[in-house]
Protein backbone atom coordinates (compact mmCIF):
# COMPACT_ATOMS: atom_id res chain seq x y z
CA UNK A 1 0.00 0.00 0.00
CA UNK A 2 1.22 3.26 -0.77
CA UNK A 3 1.79 5.39 2.05
CA UNK A 4 1.65 9.46 1.29
CA UNK A 5 1.73 11.46 4.07
CA UNK A 6 -1.67 13.75 4.62
CA UNK A 7 -0.27 16.78 6.18
CA UNK A 8 3.18 18.33 6.43
CA UNK A 9 6.04 16.58 8.64
CA UNK A 10 6.53 17.53 12.16
CA UNK A 11 9.82 17.40 13.57
CA UNK A 12 10.76 15.18 16.23
CA UNK A 13 11.13 16.77 19.74
CA UNK A 14 11.22 15.95 23.31
CA UNK A 15 8.40 17.94 23.90
CA UNK A 16 5.30 18.20 25.72
CA UNK A 17 1.90 17.02 25.20
CA UNK A 18 0.26 19.58 23.21
CA UNK A 19 2.50 18.67 19.94
CA UNK A 20 1.96 15.03 20.45
CA UNK A 21 -1.95 15.86 20.27
CA UNK A 22 -1.22 17.36 17.09
CA UNK A 23 0.77 14.51 15.42
CA UNK A 24 -1.93 12.20 16.39
CA UNK A 25 -4.61 13.41 14.26
CA UNK A 26 -2.22 13.49 11.35
CA UNK A 27 -1.51 9.34 11.66
CA UNK A 28 -5.68 9.02 12.47
CA UNK A 29 -6.44 10.65 8.88
CA UNK A 30 -3.23 8.52 7.09
CA UNK A 31 -4.38 4.94 8.78
CA UNK A 32 -8.06 5.82 7.42
CA UNK A 33 -7.13 7.04 4.27
CA UNK A 34 -4.61 4.28 3.64
CA UNK A 35 -7.71 1.64 4.79
CA UNK A 36 -10.07 3.09 2.50
CA UNK A 37 -7.71 3.26 -0.70
CA UNK A 38 -6.95 -1.01 0.59
CA UNK A 39 -10.39 -1.37 0.44
CA UNK A 40 -11.35 0.14 -2.90
CA UNK A 41 -8.20 -1.63 -4.70
CA UNK A 42 -8.94 -4.73 -3.39
CA UNK A 43 -12.02 -4.67 -5.59
CA UNK A 44 -10.09 -3.90 -8.83
CA UNK A 45 -10.98 -5.43 -11.63
CA UNK A 46 -14.37 -6.43 -10.76
CA UNK A 47 -16.52 -3.68 -12.92
CA UNK A 48 -15.92 -5.28 -16.16
CA UNK A 49 -15.03 -9.40 -15.15
CA UNK A 50 -16.27 -12.11 -17.26
CA UNK A 51 -18.69 -13.40 -14.64
CA UNK A 52 -19.60 -10.17 -13.64
CA UNK A 53 -22.47 -10.15 -15.89
CA UNK A 54 -25.48 -12.63 -14.60
CA UNK A 55 -28.24 -12.59 -17.03
CA UNK A 56 -31.77 -13.80 -16.51
CA UNK A 57 -34.27 -15.59 -19.15
CA UNK A 58 -35.76 -12.43 -19.71
CA UNK A 59 -32.42 -10.50 -21.50
CA UNK A 60 -32.76 -12.57 -25.05
CA UNK A 61 -29.67 -13.01 -26.91
CA UNK A 62 -27.96 -9.94 -25.67
CA UNK A 63 -26.53 -9.54 -29.56
CA UNK A 64 -25.93 -6.43 -28.76
CA UNK A 65 -23.19 -7.12 -25.95
CA UNK A 66 -21.70 -9.93 -28.08
CA UNK A 67 -20.60 -6.98 -30.66
CA UNK A 68 -19.22 -4.57 -27.94
CA UNK A 69 -17.71 -7.66 -26.03
CA UNK A 70 -16.23 -8.12 -29.79
CA UNK A 71 -13.80 -4.92 -29.23
CA UNK A 72 -11.43 -4.96 -26.42
CA UNK A 73 -8.43 -2.60 -25.40
CA UNK A 74 -4.48 -3.79 -26.13
CA UNK A 75 -2.90 -3.81 -22.73
CA UNK A 76 0.95 -2.26 -23.02
CA UNK A 77 0.20 0.22 -25.99
CA UNK A 78 1.97 3.92 -24.59
CA UNK A 79 -0.11 6.69 -24.31
CA UNK A 80 3.16 9.01 -24.01
CA UNK A 81 3.12 12.81 -25.05
CA UNK A 82 5.11 14.56 -27.43
CA UNK A 83 3.96 17.34 -29.66
CA UNK A 84 0.23 16.75 -30.31
CA UNK A 85 -2.85 19.15 -30.22
CA UNK A 86 -4.98 18.86 -27.10
CA UNK A 87 -7.86 17.82 -29.69
CA UNK A 88 -5.61 14.73 -30.23
CA UNK A 89 -4.24 14.03 -26.47
CA UNK A 90 -8.01 14.19 -25.24
CA UNK A 91 -9.09 10.97 -27.73
CA UNK A 92 -6.08 8.89 -26.10
CA UNK A 93 -7.28 5.91 -24.77
CA UNK A 94 -6.73 5.66 -20.82
CA UNK A 95 -4.42 2.20 -20.03
CA UNK A 96 -2.79 1.83 -16.48
CA UNK A 97 -4.16 4.41 -13.93
CA UNK A 98 -3.70 6.04 -10.55
CA UNK A 99 -6.53 6.88 -8.62
CA UNK A 100 -6.66 10.28 -6.46
CA UNK A 101 -9.51 11.95 -3.88
CA UNK A 102 -9.98 14.11 -0.84
CA UNK A 103 -11.68 14.31 1.82
CA UNK A 104 -12.07 16.70 4.65
CA UNK A 105 -11.57 14.91 7.48
CA UNK A 106 -13.71 12.23 10.00
CA UNK A 107 -15.23 8.53 9.56
CA UNK A 108 -18.58 9.98 8.23
CA UNK A 109 -16.76 11.76 5.32
CA UNK A 110 -13.94 9.21 4.85
CA UNK A 111 -16.87 6.40 4.07
CA UNK A 112 -18.51 8.51 1.30
CA UNK A 113 -14.99 9.41 0.12
CA UNK A 114 -14.81 5.36 -0.31
CA UNK A 115 -17.70 5.15 -2.06
CA UNK A 116 -17.15 7.92 -4.76
CA UNK A 117 -13.65 6.24 -4.98
CA UNK A 118 -14.91 2.97 -5.30
CA UNK A 119 -16.90 4.28 -8.28
CA UNK A 120 -13.89 6.29 -9.64
CA UNK A 121 -12.23 2.82 -10.13
CA UNK A 122 -15.13 1.52 -11.83
CA UNK A 123 -15.89 4.31 -14.44
CA UNK A 124 -12.09 3.99 -15.43
CA UNK A 125 -12.39 0.27 -15.58
CA UNK A 126 -15.49 -0.06 -17.70
CA UNK A 127 -13.48 2.98 -20.14
CA UNK A 128 -10.65 0.20 -20.24
CA UNK A 129 -8.30 1.03 -17.72
CA UNK A 130 -6.32 -0.80 -15.22
CA UNK A 131 -6.47 0.31 -12.12
CA UNK A 132 -2.60 0.14 -10.42
CA UNK A 133 -3.09 2.58 -6.85
CA UNK A 134 -4.80 4.96 -5.32
CA UNK A 135 -4.37 8.13 -2.81
CA UNK A 136 -6.37 9.35 -0.77
CA UNK A 137 -5.58 12.88 1.11
CA UNK A 138 -7.15 14.56 3.71
CA UNK A 139 -7.26 17.94 3.00
CA UNK A 140 -10.08 20.63 3.89
CA UNK A 141 -10.11 22.47 0.41
CA UNK A 142 -7.94 21.11 -2.95
CA UNK A 143 -5.24 23.26 -3.75
CA UNK A 144 -6.22 25.87 -6.64
CA UNK A 145 -2.80 25.39 -8.36
CA UNK A 146 -2.37 21.76 -8.15
CA UNK A 147 -5.47 20.05 -5.70
CA UNK A 148 -3.11 18.46 -3.96
CA UNK A 149 -0.63 20.17 -3.23
CA UNK A 150 2.61 20.62 -4.86
CA UNK A 151 4.25 18.43 -2.12
CA UNK A 152 1.93 15.78 -2.35
CA UNK A 153 1.96 16.08 -6.04
CA UNK A 154 5.55 15.61 -6.13
CA UNK A 155 4.85 12.31 -3.95
CA UNK A 156 1.86 11.28 -6.65
CA UNK A 157 4.28 11.66 -9.29
CA UNK A 158 6.45 8.93 -7.29
CA UNK A 159 3.57 6.22 -7.29
CA UNK A 160 3.37 6.90 -10.65
CA UNK A 161 6.65 6.02 -11.80
CA UNK A 162 6.95 3.31 -9.14
CA UNK A 163 3.33 1.69 -10.99
CA UNK A 164 4.46 2.54 -14.46
CA UNK A 165 1.02 4.22 -14.62
CA UNK A 166 0.13 6.40 -17.79
CA UNK A 167 -2.61 8.47 -16.60
CA UNK A 168 -3.88 9.89 -12.90
CA UNK A 169 -7.67 10.02 -12.99
CA UNK A 170 -9.09 12.89 -9.94
CA UNK A 171 -12.22 11.92 -8.22
CA UNK A 172 -13.68 15.78 -9.32
CA UNK A 173 -14.02 18.30 -11.70
CA UNK A 174 -10.93 19.85 -12.29
CA UNK A 175 -10.09 23.59 -13.05
CA UNK A 176 -7.85 23.39 -16.63
CA UNK A 177 -5.04 25.46 -14.48
CA UNK A 178 -5.44 22.87 -12.13
CA UNK A 179 -4.73 19.85 -14.63
CA UNK A 180 -2.03 21.80 -16.36
CA UNK A 181 -0.16 22.54 -13.12
CA UNK A 182 -0.62 18.24 -11.86
CA UNK A 183 0.46 17.58 -15.71
CA UNK A 184 3.86 19.31 -15.43
CA UNK A 185 4.67 17.72 -12.05
CA UNK A 186 3.56 13.76 -12.75
CA UNK A 187 4.30 14.23 -16.22
CA UNK A 188 1.90 11.50 -17.33
CA UNK A 189 -1.82 12.66 -18.13
CA UNK A 190 -3.91 13.76 -15.90
CA UNK A 191 -7.80 13.25 -16.52
CA UNK A 192 -10.92 14.67 -13.80
CA UNK A 193 -14.09 12.64 -12.90
CA UNK A 194 -15.84 14.68 -15.60
CA UNK A 195 -13.55 13.60 -18.87
CA UNK A 196 -13.93 10.20 -17.63
CA UNK A 197 -17.27 9.98 -17.91
CA UNK A 198 -17.63 11.75 -21.00
CA UNK A 199 -15.21 8.85 -22.27
CA UNK A 200 -17.40 5.90 -21.62
CA UNK A 201 -20.45 7.90 -23.24
CA UNK A 202 -18.86 8.56 -26.40
CA UNK A 203 -17.63 4.78 -26.54
CA UNK A 204 -21.19 3.30 -25.83
CA UNK A 205 -23.30 5.64 -27.74
CA UNK A 206 -25.22 3.97 -30.75
CA UNK A 207 -27.97 6.20 -32.26
CA UNK A 208 -26.89 9.57 -33.71
CA UNK A 209 -28.54 11.73 -31.78
CA UNK A 210 -26.80 9.93 -28.66
CA UNK A 211 -23.77 10.28 -30.82
CA UNK A 212 -24.72 14.09 -31.48
CA UNK A 213 -25.33 14.72 -28.11
CA UNK A 214 -22.26 13.09 -26.25
CA UNK A 215 -19.76 15.01 -29.15
CA UNK A 216 -21.71 17.91 -28.04
CA UNK A 217 -20.86 17.66 -23.96
CA UNK A 218 -17.30 16.39 -25.36
CA UNK A 219 -16.77 19.79 -26.86
CA UNK A 220 -18.09 21.84 -24.18
CA UNK A 221 -15.86 20.46 -22.15
CA UNK A 222 -12.70 20.91 -24.16
CA UNK A 223 -13.07 24.68 -24.92
CA UNK A 224 -12.17 26.13 -21.98
CA UNK A 225 -8.96 23.68 -21.39
CA UNK A 226 -7.49 23.77 -25.12
CA UNK A 227 -3.33 23.41 -24.30
CA UNK A 228 -0.64 24.13 -26.67
CA UNK A 229 1.98 21.51 -27.03
CA UNK A 230 5.59 23.17 -28.24
CA UNK A 231 5.96 24.47 -31.24
CA UNK A 232 3.41 23.94 -33.28
CA UNK A 233 0.96 26.65 -31.45
CA UNK A 234 3.71 28.81 -32.10
CA UNK A 235 1.91 30.24 -35.53
CA UNK A 236 2.08 33.89 -34.35
CA UNK A 237 5.20 36.16 -33.51
CA UNK A 238 5.14 39.14 -35.75
CA UNK A 239 7.72 42.21 -34.31
CA UNK A 240 9.43 42.49 -31.23
CA UNK A 241 7.08 40.61 -29.21
CA UNK A 242 7.25 41.25 -25.48
CA UNK A 243 10.66 42.96 -26.81
CA UNK A 244 12.04 39.33 -27.68
CA UNK A 245 10.53 38.61 -30.57
CA UNK A 246 11.93 36.83 -33.68
CA UNK A 247 11.91 39.47 -35.72
CA UNK A 248 11.54 39.26 -39.56
CA UNK A 249 10.11 36.42 -41.24
CA UNK A 250 8.51 34.98 -38.30
CA UNK A 251 5.67 36.73 -38.76
CA UNK A 252 2.56 34.31 -38.51
CA UNK A 253 -0.89 34.46 -40.42
CA UNK A 254 -2.84 35.84 -37.59
CA UNK A 255 -4.47 33.58 -35.71
CA UNK A 256 -2.23 31.15 -33.58
CA UNK A 257 -3.28 27.26 -33.81
CA UNK A 258 -4.89 27.28 -30.54
CA UNK A 259 -7.36 29.98 -31.93
CA UNK A 260 -8.20 27.96 -34.87
CA UNK A 261 -8.95 25.10 -32.60
CA UNK A 262 -11.39 27.55 -30.55
CA UNK A 263 -12.96 28.52 -33.79
CA UNK A 264 -13.36 24.73 -35.28
CA UNK A 265 -14.57 23.78 -31.79
CA UNK A 266 -17.68 26.55 -31.74
CA UNK A 267 -18.25 25.81 -35.28
CA UNK A 268 -18.94 22.07 -34.32
CA UNK A 269 -20.82 22.84 -31.52
CA UNK A 270 -23.37 25.13 -33.29
CA UNK A 271 -23.58 22.31 -35.88
CA UNK A 272 -24.34 19.75 -33.30
CA UNK A 273 -26.84 22.13 -32.02
CA UNK A 274 -28.42 22.16 -35.18
CA UNK A 275 -28.75 19.00 -35.77
CA UNK A 276 -29.73 17.51 -32.12
CA UNK A 277 -32.78 20.36 -32.58
CA UNK A 278 -33.91 18.99 -35.75
CA UNK A 279 -34.15 15.47 -34.24
CA UNK A 280 -36.35 17.05 -31.54
CA UNK A 281 -39.57 16.75 -34.18
CA UNK A 282 -39.13 12.96 -34.48
CA UNK A 283 -38.94 12.59 -30.75
CA UNK A 284 -41.89 14.62 -29.85
CA UNK A 285 -44.41 13.42 -33.10
CA UNK A 286 -43.82 10.09 -31.34
CA UNK A 287 -44.81 10.89 -28.11
CA UNK A 288 -47.94 13.07 -29.33
CA UNK A 289 -49.07 9.91 -30.97
CA UNK A 290 -49.06 8.20 -27.47
CA UNK A 291 -51.04 11.15 -26.17
CA UNK A 292 -53.74 11.19 -29.15
CA UNK A 293 -54.16 7.38 -28.83
CA UNK A 294 -54.68 8.00 -24.72
CA UNK A 295 -51.07 5.29 -24.48
CA UNK A 296 -49.92 6.26 -20.74
CA UNK A 297 -45.97 6.19 -20.30
CA UNK A 298 -44.06 4.91 -17.72
CA UNK A 299 -40.43 6.20 -17.28
CA UNK A 300 -37.46 4.03 -15.55
CA UNK A 301 -34.89 6.58 -14.09
CA UNK A 302 -32.31 6.02 -11.62
CA UNK A 303 -28.32 5.49 -10.88
CA UNK A 304 -26.20 3.76 -13.77
CA UNK A 305 -25.90 0.30 -12.65
CA UNK A 306 -29.04 0.30 -11.01
CA UNK A 307 -31.00 -2.25 -12.87
CA UNK A 308 -33.02 -0.49 -14.88
CA UNK A 309 -32.65 -2.10 -18.52
CA UNK A 310 -32.77 -5.78 -16.38
CA UNK A 311 -36.41 -4.89 -14.88
CA UNK A 312 -37.44 -3.28 -18.75
CA UNK A 313 -36.28 -6.70 -19.92
CA UNK A 314 -38.52 -8.53 -16.59
CA UNK A 315 -41.13 -6.38 -17.63
CA UNK A 316 -41.76 -6.89 -21.38
CA UNK A 317 -39.32 -9.21 -22.33
CA UNK A 318 -37.46 -6.70 -24.18
CA UNK A 319 -34.21 -8.22 -24.51
CA UNK A 320 -32.07 -4.86 -24.55
CA UNK A 321 -28.37 -4.96 -23.64
CA UNK A 322 -27.62 -5.38 -20.03
CA UNK A 323 -24.06 -5.57 -18.96
CA UNK A 324 -22.37 -5.07 -15.40
CA UNK A 325 -21.11 -2.05 -16.18
CA UNK A 326 -21.41 1.93 -15.70
CA UNK A 327 -23.56 4.21 -18.13
CA UNK A 328 -23.85 0.30 -20.38
CA UNK A 329 -27.37 1.84 -21.65
CA UNK A 330 -27.08 5.36 -23.22
CA UNK A 331 -29.93 5.37 -26.14
CA UNK A 332 -33.21 5.88 -24.46
CA UNK A 333 -35.63 2.66 -25.56
CA UNK A 334 -39.44 2.86 -25.36
CA UNK A 335 -41.30 -0.60 -25.40
CA UNK A 336 -44.71 -1.30 -25.30
CA UNK A 337 -46.65 -3.65 -22.53
CA UNK A 338 -50.17 -4.74 -21.47
CA UNK A 339 -51.49 -4.09 -17.59
CA UNK A 340 -52.73 -7.67 -16.58
CA UNK A 341 -56.68 -6.06 -17.49
CA UNK A 342 -55.25 -5.57 -21.59
CA UNK A 343 -54.48 -1.66 -20.95
CA UNK A 344 -52.16 -0.65 -23.32
CA UNK A 345 -48.64 1.65 -21.79
CA UNK A 346 -45.19 2.21 -22.67
CA UNK A 347 -41.85 2.06 -20.89
CA UNK A 348 -39.14 3.62 -21.45
CA UNK A 349 -36.08 3.40 -20.11
CA UNK A 350 -33.61 6.43 -19.90
CA UNK A 351 -29.95 7.08 -19.23
CA UNK A 352 -28.26 6.51 -15.84
CA UNK A 353 -27.38 8.68 -13.66
CA UNK A 354 -23.77 9.26 -11.44
CA UNK A 355 -22.81 11.23 -8.55
CA UNK A 356 -21.53 14.69 -10.04
CA UNK A 357 -22.75 13.96 -13.61
CA UNK A 358 -21.55 16.59 -15.62
CA UNK A 359 -23.56 19.23 -16.27
CA UNK A 360 -22.37 19.18 -20.06
CA UNK A 361 -24.37 16.02 -20.40
CA UNK A 362 -27.20 16.65 -18.43
CA UNK A 363 -27.43 19.65 -21.10
CA UNK A 364 -26.67 17.99 -23.60
CA UNK A 365 -29.67 14.91 -22.63
CA UNK A 366 -32.13 16.97 -21.90
CA UNK A 367 -34.62 16.33 -24.93
CA UNK A 368 -33.71 13.12 -23.95
CA UNK A 369 -34.74 13.39 -20.28
CA UNK A 370 -37.68 15.26 -20.89
CA UNK A 371 -39.49 11.80 -21.87
CA UNK A 372 -39.66 11.76 -18.20
CA UNK A 373 -41.53 14.82 -17.30
CA UNK A 374 -44.46 13.66 -19.60
CA UNK A 375 -44.84 10.19 -17.80
CA UNK A 376 -47.79 9.01 -16.03
CA UNK A 377 -45.68 7.12 -14.03
CA UNK A 378 -41.94 7.44 -12.14
CA UNK A 379 -40.21 3.96 -11.30
CA UNK A 380 -36.75 5.21 -9.45
CA UNK A 381 -34.40 2.14 -9.73
CA UNK A 382 -32.37 2.07 -6.93
CA UNK A 383 -29.67 -0.83 -6.58
CA UNK A 384 -30.79 -2.01 -2.30
CA UNK A 385 -27.24 -3.66 -2.58
CA UNK A 386 -25.35 -0.54 -2.75
CA UNK A 387 -23.06 0.20 -0.03
CA UNK A 388 -24.87 4.20 0.00
CA UNK A 389 -28.72 3.92 -1.59
CA UNK A 390 -30.04 6.98 -0.37
CA UNK A 391 -26.72 8.74 -1.39
CA UNK A 392 -27.85 7.32 -5.35
CA UNK A 393 -31.49 8.66 -4.42
CA UNK A 394 -30.05 11.86 -3.60
CA UNK A 395 -27.81 12.15 -6.93
CA UNK A 396 -30.96 10.98 -9.19
CA UNK A 397 -33.41 13.66 -7.78
CA UNK A 398 -30.88 16.02 -7.60
CA UNK A 399 -30.48 15.85 -11.58
CA UNK A 400 -34.25 15.66 -12.16
CA UNK A 401 -35.16 18.52 -10.48
CA UNK A 402 -33.79 20.71 -13.39
CA UNK A 403 -36.39 18.85 -15.82
CA UNK A 404 -38.95 20.37 -16.12
CA UNK A 405 -42.35 18.62 -14.94
CA UNK A 406 -40.89 15.82 -13.35
CA UNK A 407 -42.15 17.22 -10.21
CA UNK A 408 -45.68 16.46 -10.98
CA UNK A 409 -45.12 12.54 -11.78
CA UNK A 410 -46.18 10.31 -9.23
CA UNK A 411 -42.62 8.21 -7.98
CA UNK A 412 -42.47 4.72 -6.70
CA UNK A 413 -38.86 3.67 -5.78
CA UNK A 414 -38.12 0.24 -6.79
CA UNK A 415 -35.37 -1.48 -4.81
CA UNK A 416 -33.72 -3.56 -7.26
CA UNK A 417 -31.30 -6.26 -6.44
CA UNK A 418 -33.38 -7.69 -3.55
CA UNK A 419 -31.84 -11.41 -3.74
CA UNK A 420 -28.35 -9.84 -3.03
CA UNK A 421 -29.31 -6.96 -0.77
CA UNK A 422 -29.65 -6.36 3.32
CA UNK A 423 -32.42 -6.96 4.78
CA UNK A 424 -31.35 -4.08 6.63
CA UNK A 425 -30.58 -1.66 3.82
CA UNK A 426 -34.14 -2.12 2.59
CA UNK A 427 -35.75 -1.65 5.63
CA UNK A 428 -34.39 1.70 6.29
CA UNK A 429 -34.53 2.75 2.76
CA UNK A 430 -38.79 1.76 2.87
CA UNK A 431 -39.13 4.19 6.53
CA UNK A 432 -37.79 6.88 4.58
CA UNK A 433 -39.74 6.73 1.38
CA UNK A 434 -42.76 7.25 1.38
CA UNK A 435 -43.39 4.52 -1.54
CA UNK A 436 -41.60 1.62 -2.03
CA UNK A 437 -41.35 -1.93 -4.11
CA UNK A 438 -38.92 -4.22 -3.47
CA UNK A 439 -38.01 -6.37 -6.80
CA UNK A 440 -35.62 -8.99 -8.39
CA UNK A 441 -35.06 -7.90 -11.87
CA UNK A 442 -32.72 -11.34 -11.88
CA UNK A 443 -34.67 -13.78 -10.36
CA UNK A 444 -38.18 -12.26 -10.71
CA UNK A 445 -39.04 -11.31 -6.92
CA UNK A 446 -41.49 -8.89 -6.75
CA UNK A 447 -42.06 -8.56 -10.28
CA UNK A 448 -45.73 -9.87 -10.39
CA UNK A 449 -46.14 -6.95 -7.61
CA UNK A 450 -44.68 -4.19 -9.52
CA UNK A 451 -46.97 -4.78 -12.49
CA UNK A 452 -50.25 -4.54 -10.21
CA UNK A 453 -48.75 -1.48 -8.72
CA UNK A 454 -47.95 0.19 -12.20
CA UNK A 455 -51.75 -0.75 -13.32
CA UNK A 456 -53.08 0.80 -10.50
CA UNK A 457 -51.12 4.06 -11.13
CA UNK A 458 -52.05 4.10 -14.35
CA UNK A 459 -54.70 6.84 -15.17
CA UNK A 460 -58.10 5.08 -16.48
CA UNK A 461 -60.35 5.97 -18.94
CA UNK A 462 -62.60 8.73 -18.21
CA UNK A 463 -65.56 8.26 -20.49
CA UNK A 464 -68.00 5.27 -19.70
CA UNK A 465 -69.56 4.08 -23.07
CA UNK A 466 -72.50 1.20 -24.12
CA UNK A 467 -73.13 1.38 -27.87
CA UNK A 468 -73.09 -0.60 -31.15
CA UNK A 469 -70.57 -0.19 -33.42
CA UNK A 470 -71.16 -1.37 -37.24
CA UNK A 471 -68.92 -3.90 -38.36
CA UNK A 472 -67.71 -1.55 -41.47
CA UNK A 473 -65.85 0.30 -38.32
CA UNK A 474 -63.43 -2.62 -36.66
CA UNK A 475 -60.74 0.03 -36.49
CA UNK A 476 -62.69 1.37 -33.83
CA UNK A 477 -63.65 -1.66 -32.19
CA UNK A 478 -59.72 -2.36 -32.27
CA UNK A 479 -58.86 0.91 -30.50
CA UNK A 480 -61.15 -0.10 -27.70
CA UNK A 481 -59.60 -3.03 -27.34
CA UNK A 482 -56.37 -1.27 -27.49
CA UNK A 483 -56.66 1.72 -24.97
CA UNK A 484 -59.95 1.42 -23.25
CA UNK A 485 -61.02 -0.84 -20.64
CA UNK A 486 -63.64 -3.17 -21.98
CA UNK A 487 -66.18 -4.91 -19.72
CA UNK A 488 -68.27 -6.48 -21.96
CA UNK A 489 -68.16 -7.29 -25.73
CA UNK A 490 -71.30 -8.51 -27.95
CA UNK A 491 -71.95 -9.13 -31.57
CA UNK A 492 -75.32 -8.34 -32.75
CA UNK A 493 -76.92 -8.28 -36.29
CA UNK A 494 -76.27 -4.46 -36.75
CA UNK A 495 -72.74 -4.28 -35.05
CA UNK A 496 -70.66 -4.87 -31.92
CA UNK A 497 -72.05 -3.40 -28.77
CA UNK A 498 -69.50 -2.53 -26.28
CA UNK A 499 -69.55 -1.30 -22.66
CA UNK A 500 -66.64 -0.05 -20.67
CA UNK A 501 -64.50 3.28 -20.25
CA UNK A 502 -62.78 5.04 -23.10
CA UNK A 503 -60.60 8.53 -23.27
CA UNK A 504 -62.81 11.34 -24.61
CA UNK A 505 -61.49 11.49 -27.85
CA UNK A 506 -62.20 7.95 -28.55
CA UNK A 507 -65.92 8.36 -27.15
CA UNK A 508 -66.65 11.53 -29.74
CA UNK A 509 -65.76 9.25 -32.37
CA UNK A 510 -67.33 6.20 -31.25
CA UNK A 511 -70.75 8.60 -30.65
CA UNK A 512 -70.15 9.64 -34.07
CA UNK A 513 -70.56 6.48 -35.49
CA UNK A 514 -72.92 4.41 -33.49
CA UNK A 515 -76.16 2.59 -34.79
Excluded: C
Aim: negative net charge.
Amino acid sequence: MTHIPTGPEQPATQSDEPTEQTVAPSRDAQAIADDVVARVLARAGTARSEGGTVHSAHDGDQLDLAERAALRRVANLSTELEDVTEVEYRQLRLEKVVLVGTYPGGEAAAREAEVSLRELAALAETAGSQVLDGILQKRAKPDPGTFLGSGKAADLADVVAATGADTVVVDTELAPSQRRGLEDIVKVKVVDRTALILDIFAQHAKSREGKAQVELAQLEYLLPRLRGWGESMSRQAGGQVGGAGAGMGSRGPGETKIELDRRRIRNRMAKLRREIAAMAPARETKRLDRKRNAIPNVAIAGYTNAGKSSLLNALTDAGVLVENALFATLDPTVRRTRTDDGRVYTLADTVGFVRHLPHQLVEAFRSTLEEVGDAALLLHVVDASHPDPEGQIAAVREVLADIPGVEDVPEVIVLNKADVADPAVIGRVQRRERRTVVVSAHSGEGVAELRALIADELPRPAVEIDLVVPYSRGDLVHRVHENGELTDEEHLAEGTRLRGRVDAALAAELEQVAV
